[in-house]
């Protein structure tokens, strides 16, 4: 995924003890240190760790949803967190997950992501902060062994320059500035995205999400500040039956990454999220497939170069070895990723250390790692810790969900204390600064509209927590009861059925 697109056949990719790719050669060129280094045939195709740089971690657990009562697409983002069913299918149970089992619900969707040859992903939760050698690179969070605080994220959108101040304050110290923008079909939305401009954060270190509701002058000054936009399709079609116009951002050369939203709303990983993105394409002839590959591995690689001090996203010399190998199943290699499933993710490497894949190759990369069952296969998969298993991640989780009565009483038992010592804690909203220090608490980064009046409510009455019902976790595959619910949704105009041709 260099700038000029060499594809190495029989090539070799050789990794530091410092995380960093060291050199890549041809296949017999061994470089100076590296002669009696382990050494790996991986029976794939060698890419770039793929990088998803939208979603919301915290609600990848539940399945798609779809309000029953809503007959036609919405045209807002400020529409459906008011919904009937929102709070009690997407944000309650997500919200018991995350206090409860936080730690656990964590692991379970980085597992999610990785299965999928995912090494790095946006959308860290609010509340407690993952270290660095979590499962996956944490894009929100990710300190990459310093004490800086790269990136800032704006997840529900600020609307006034007031609240946009503390963010532009930060792209003019050179930090990056993650924001939703213009999200859905209504043109009033392009309000949002000029208040990012009068703010004057329209530079290399934005990335806008969404930006469906923009149009073409819109990307031209993107385009002009050197700034990224992250395309959802499968969440725009799915909640709004449109997306936005990539068509016109390409032809003004914008930075275009994929990212796959979340669960309610997205695909089970990235490498589905490409699924659609050539979907669209086949109907609209933009991209080629070397463009769409890009818009998962090199172009976020540079937008997170906005931001980071070393660079991801390629493989190349001194960027981070975050690598995936992939079997080949098509004769061109972007071709062959754009049809890949997650049985044919051989092996994903994260700064250097193999965390997932075939039990081949983890039994010498990783001795330690323990099995996983992703579909019919067995693979294994490394949490940096022996006492963690999927096993005991997904027998967390299963506990809250066999008992949610239990843990949302302990939960506002644990939170009524918080408010007892602090009145004014849950003032407006459930704030990471009540996370007590030795818990790992993840608290809700999309609309939660029951939050404010339930936490004052627990906090000072003390009250009986409302009922919670969380769905059985979702399949780490993308299978036929996913497939079937795409079909159900008419807002994509059957577009989105596609994808069962991948499967």
């Not at 050698?133 to 990459?144: A, G």
Request: proline fraction near 7%; hydrophobic fraction near 45%; include cysteine.
């Amino acid at each position: 995924m260099r700038p000029d697109g060499e594809v190495l056949p029989g090539g070799a990719v050789y990794i530091g003890d410092d995380g960093l790719i060291a050199a890549v050669t041809p296949i017999d060129a061994v470089p100076a240190g590296f002669e009696n280094a382990v050494r790996i045939t991986a029976g794939g195709l060698i890419y770039p760790g793929l990088i998803d740089l939208h979603n919301h971690l915290m609600y990848n657990s539940l399945p798609l949803w779809t309000e029953p009562a809503r007959k036609v697409p919405w045209t807002s983002h400020n529409q459906w967190g008011s919904a009937p069913t929102y709070s009690a299918q997407i944000s309650q149970p997500a919200r018991l997950l995350g206090a409860a089992a936080g730690r656990a619900l964590l692991r379970y969707v980085e597992t999610r992501a990785i299965v999928g040859g995912t090494t790095s992903i946006q959308g860290n939760p609010r509340g407690a902060v993952p270290p660095d050698n979590e499962l996956i690179r944490n894009v929100d969070s990710e300190k990459l062994g310093t004490h800086d605080d790269f990136i800032r994220v704006s997840t529900l959108v600020a609307d006034s320059k007031e609240a946009l101040a503390p963010y532009a304050a930060a792209v003019a110290a050179g930090r990056g500035f993650i924001a939703h923008s213009a999200e859905g079909s209504d043109p009033k939305l392009r309000s949002e995205f000029e208040l990012l401009e009068a703010v004057d954060v329209v530079k290399p270190q934005l990335v806008a999400i969404h930006g469906a509701a923009l149009n073409a002058d819109d990307f031209a000054v993107m385009k002009a500040g050197n700034s990224s936009l992250v395309w959802s399709p499968f969440s725009n079609l799915w909640l709004y039956g449109a997306t936005a116009d990539v068509k016109s951002a390409h032809a003004v050369g914008l930075r275009l990454c994929l990212g796959s939203d979340w669960g309610p709303s997205g695909t089970r990983n990235v490498l589905w999220e490409l699924k659609v993105a050539d979907l669209w394409n086949k109907a609209h002839s933009v991209f080629t497939d070397e463009e769409l590959v890009r818009m998962l591995t090199s172009n976020p690689g540079d937008a997170l170069a906005e931001m980071w001090p070393v660079s991801v996203g390629r493989i190349e010399r001194g960027a981070l070895a975050d690598i995936i190998v992939v079997r080949r199943s098509e004769p061109e290699p972007y071709r062959s990723l754009i049809a890949a499933t997650e049985a044919d993710i051989r092996l994903v490497v994260v700064g250097g250390r193999a965390r997932y894949g075939l039990r081949s190759l983890m039994q010498r990369l990783a001795p330690s790692a323990s099995q996983i069952t992703v579909g019919k296969l067995s693979r294994s998969i490394d949490y940096g810790d022996p006492a963690v298993t999927w096993k005991t991640v997904t027998a967390e989780l299963e506990k809250i969900r066999q008992d949610p009565a239990g843990a949302s009483n302990r939960v506002a038992t644990a939170f009524a204390a918080l408010a007892a010592a602090d009145p004014d804690v849950f003032s407006t909203g459930f704030s990471p600064a009540a996370v007590p220090a030795d818990s790992f608490v993840l608290l809700p980064d999309m609309p939660a509209p029951e939050l404010d009046v339930q936490m004052r409510r627990r906090g000072t009455a003390g009250a009986t927590p409302d009922p919670v019902a969380i769905p059985e976790l979702e399949p780490l595959t993308t299978g036929a009861a996913w497939f079937d619910a795409v079909d159900a949704n008419p807002f994509h105009h059957g577009l989105l059925s596609g994808l069962r041709a991948y499967a």
